[in-house]
């Protein structure tokens, strides 16, 4: 589902049950209560009494004592885009909606542009999602902040530019979402490469609490890296680095590159580091949990 346009300016969806009216001649008999809400040049046709069931200040905004002699009932936003109130509204209506990247009247585009919004939704669906998830704080609808949150856990981010995962981060953190997506943004972000942090400016853009936990948790992508050739040895390290220096195997006795096992105590090269499993546990169980605590983040 989605909002059609009334006349010129007015949206309002399809099913008498929704927030909104549908297109007709008369949109007032489908609702409780038709309210209008002036958006720049847009009118958008709401149904103000589910409307305030959902929101405490669409509670306000319909309901407000200054419409006791009035006519006919509207609001006008001045600080608010037409596009974006209709795609927040849009959202209230459908959360399958949330994100959309396109602002249109559905249903009207040719088979072939629905054929590649489909294809492309995954992808598209979070670009607005900042857009929605500001509104659906600053008008407190709870059942949309949940939606958006949903959405993101049920995403797989990877098909995102690391320059949209950024916006969405920024967004989340601003109105404090939930852990588990905030962590799951920064777990994304992490898995780049630190010549992308400098290109974005992440230091600059990001508050410093989601900063210092996407270069923990890179940092910590890089041991689990490190630690997971190491076949279960844990091997002495200069960083998140082994440790490597020409010295005899104890396998080979060959003079190479090797590396100290603090576990088994071993002096081994690297081709006898992955022949030979550490037959300590140490090393394994530093591995799961570093995979386990790969973001760290307080987070109230």
Not at 50 to 69: A, E, V
Not at 187 to 214: C, D, H, W
Not at 250 to 260: L, P, V
Request: proline residues 3%.
């Amino acid at each position: 589902m989605g909002t059609e346009v009334l006349s010129t300016d007015v949206c309002c969806p399809p099913s008498p049950s929704s927030s909104f009216s549908s297109t007709s001649s008369s949109p007032s008999n489908l609702v409780d209560r038709p309210f209008k809400i002036i958006v720049q040049t847009q009118t958008f046709l709401i149904d103000a009494e589910n409307m305030r069931q959902l929101s405490p200040i669409f509670s306000i905004m319909c309901f407000g004592k200054d419409f006791d002699k009035m006519d006919e009932y509207h609001r006008e936003i001045v600080d608010e885009k037409s596009g974006d109130v209709g795609i927040f509204l849009d959202a209230i209506q459908d959360h399958s909606l949330i994100g959309e990247l396109m602002r249109g009247k559905l249903g009207i585009e040719n088979d072939q542009v629905n054929r590649k919004r489909i294809e492309n939704s995954k992808k598209s669906y979070l670009k607005n999602l900042p857009v929605i998830l500001r509104l659906a704080n600053k008008y407190q609808v709870d059942s949309v902040i949940d939606a958006c949150e949903d959405f993101v856990r049920r995403q797989n981010l990877d098909i995102l530019s690391t320059d949209e995962v950024l916006t969405i981060v920024i967004a989340c953190h601003e109105f404090h979402s939930s852990k588990d997506v905030v962590v799951k943004l920064i777990r994304r972000l992490a898995n780049e490469e630190k010549t992308t942090f400098n290109r974005l400016k992440l230091s600059r853009r990001l508050p410093a609490q989601i900063y210092g936990a996407v270069i923990g948790a890179n940092l910590n992508l890089c041991q689990i890296r490190e630690v997971g050739q190491m076949n279960g040895h844990w091997l002495r390290t200069v960083g998140s680095r082994a440790r490597w220096y020409r010295a005899p195997c104890e396998f080979c006795k060959q003079i190479t590159d090797c590396a100290n096992c603090d576990t088994c105590r071993k002096t081994m090269c690297r081709d006898h580091v992955a022949e030979n499993k550490c037959p300590d546990s140490y090393g394994t169980k530093m591995l799961k949990e570093l995979k386990e605590n790969i973001v760290e983040l307080e987070w109230d």
